[in-house]
Every structure is written in structure tokens, then in C-alpha cells.
């Protein structure tokens, strides 16, 4: 069975930085396109990026050139590294996978969430 758990989520002030990580089992991120999306309470999920089976890698706008996607294959950990950190980005993010392209809210195995806290 896919085991995906996010760690490293937690408080941090507006302006700063965090990396949160995703350890995956029972499973090889090689085959498959992976990403992050967060979900704000009363406000739909939100993919923010992935990395497609092609390596190549898509953001959203509210997070482009403050958040990078990264996959250790060898590990099998996917990473998010968020800098600039706003209040807006205060939500509980999820990892996911799915072999049809970068995860979007119907993917197919995702992780249990992580609270991420911005601080004003």
C-alpha cells in the first residue's frame, strides 16, 4: 500500500522561509508525475506545483518564484521549499501522485497533510 506523509510543516513569520518534505513508500516516484496542493478551510484545494514524469516542473501563480518543487529520487522524498512566506500561505498542504500528469485535487495517492502557519 502507497504510504505518502508530509513532515516539517509548523509556524513561521511572514517573510520567512520553510521546507516541508514528503517520504513515500511502497511506491517509485520515478514512474509517476508528484506535486504539492494546500487547502485553506471553506476554499477548494489548490495544486501550487509539481514535477511531471518528464522532470519538467508547472507552479501556480500565487507561489511562482517563492515556492520550488524538488524530487530526490534515490531517497524518495519530494520537497517543498517556500520562501517569502505570506499569511495567504497559511493552509494545510498535501502531497500527491498520479500517473496521469502533475497531481491536481483527483489525484490518485496522497499524503495526510501538514499545517503551515503564517505569522504576520
Known amino acids: 500500500q502507497v504510504q505518502m506523509e508530509e513532515c516539517g510543516g509548523g509556524a513561521v513569520r511572514s517573510g520567512g522561509s520553510l521546507r516541508i518534505s514528503c517520504s513515500v513508500s511502497?511506491?517509485?516516484?520515478?514512474?509517476?508525475?508528484v506535486g504539492w496542493l494546500r487547502q485553506v478551510p471553506g476554499k477548494p484545494l489548490e495544486g501550487i506545483g509539481g514535477?511531471?514524469?518528464?522532470?519538467?516542473?508547472m507552479y501556480a501563480d500565487s507561489v511562482k518564484g517563492r515556492f520550488t518543487v524538488s524530487l530526490d529520487k534515490v531517497k524518495n522524498i519530494l520537497y517543498l521549499q517556500m520562501n517569502n512566506v505570506q499569511p495567504e500561505d497559511t493552509a494545510t498542504y498535501f502531497c500527491?501522485?498520479?500517473?496521469?500528469?502533475?497531481?491536481?485535487?483527483?489525484?490518485?495517492?496522497w499524503g495526510t497533510g501538514i499545517e503551515v502557519t503564517v505569522s504576520s
Open positions: 500527491a501522485a498520479d500517473p496521469r500528469g502533475v497531481p491536481g485535487p483527483d489525484a490518485r495517492n
Open positions: 511502497q511506491y517509485d516516484l520515478r514512474r509517476d508525475a
Open positions: 514535477v511531471d514524469i518528464d522532470g519538467s516542473t
